[in-house]
């Protein structure tokens, strides 16, 4: 009887397409974006940066231009750091709508990669983001292991570094729930989407909450084979 019960509840609750549509998600243009690569998800989502910033809303735009993002991770991969694509950017790659660039990555913490972290990331002046500029602040290989994120401006865009990630973990555990995506014409490691959504469901923040239904929607389409 109990197995009836639950399985009679779960035919009366709407899937995550459903949910999505009734949460004001277009689940037509979701469809439209799992059709494209991830590097054309990537462009089309700069192309709605540039946008914004030819509207004069460039303050909302946190990294300006996806030729930042290739350069930070030209700078990293020219030092042999180690990291995982997390956040906005690996949503995009996932084909989200995402409004948003910030990189974020979570990055292994090894001392080795900890000196080659700070030492690729010195030349582009990294300081704590949305803190008084005149706060003294030296971004190297004892700052990274004292610390687990940071939050962070450089001359090539905003950039955060995360030691962990909610509902995942470590570096080591974010690197076995990633796979290979081809970003900037060249393959990286990002965050599964069934991880992605697990680390939102653990950080529990409004913003990552209000992004749920659109990618349990992305990930019943993809189930469905509609990617």
């Known amino acids: 009887m109990a197995t009836e019960d639950k399985a009679a509840k779960a035919s009366q609750e709407p899937d ?14 979701l469809r439209e974006n799992l059709k494209r690569t991830p590097a054309e998800r990537m462009e089309n989502a700069q192309d709605w940066v540039l946008f914004a910033e030819e509207l004069g809303a ?5 990294n300006h231009a996806a030729s930042r993002q290739r350069h930070l991770l030209d700078v990293l991969d ?12 690996a949503t995009i790659a996932h084909g989200a709508r995402c409004a948003d660039m910030v990189l974020q990555l979570c990055f292994a913490r090894e001392v080795s990669i900890l000196e080659k972290l700070a030492r690729a990331l010195a030349p582009l002046q990294p300081r704590l983001r949305g803190v008084d500029e005149n706060l003294p602040f030296v971004l190297d290989e004892r700052t990274l292991r004292n610390g687990l994120n940071f939050t962070l401006v450089t001359d090539a ?17 974010v690197l ?4 290979a995506i081809l970003i900037y014409e060249r393959e990286q490691h990002v965050l599964t989407l069934e991880a992605l959504i697990r ?3 653990a ?6 909450l209000q992004a749920l239904p659109e990618l349990e929607a992305l990930l019943e389409l993809k189930n469905r084979g509609d990617a």
Do not use: F, M, W
């Open 58 to 62: 460039a303050s909302k735009s946190p």
């Open 78 to 89: 020219s030092h042999s750091v180690k990291y995982v694509i997390v956040g906005d950017v």
């Open 203 to 208: 950080a529990g923040r409004q913003k990552d």
């Open 157 to 173: 865009g905003n950039l955060d570094l995360l030691g962990e990630v909610a509902g995942i973990g470590d570096y080591r555990k």
């Open 176 to 179: 076995a729930n990633s796979e």
């Open 16 to 29: 995550a397409i459903q949910r999505a549509i009734e949460y004001g998600v277009d689940v037509t243009l």
């Open 199 to 201: 680390a939102k469901k």
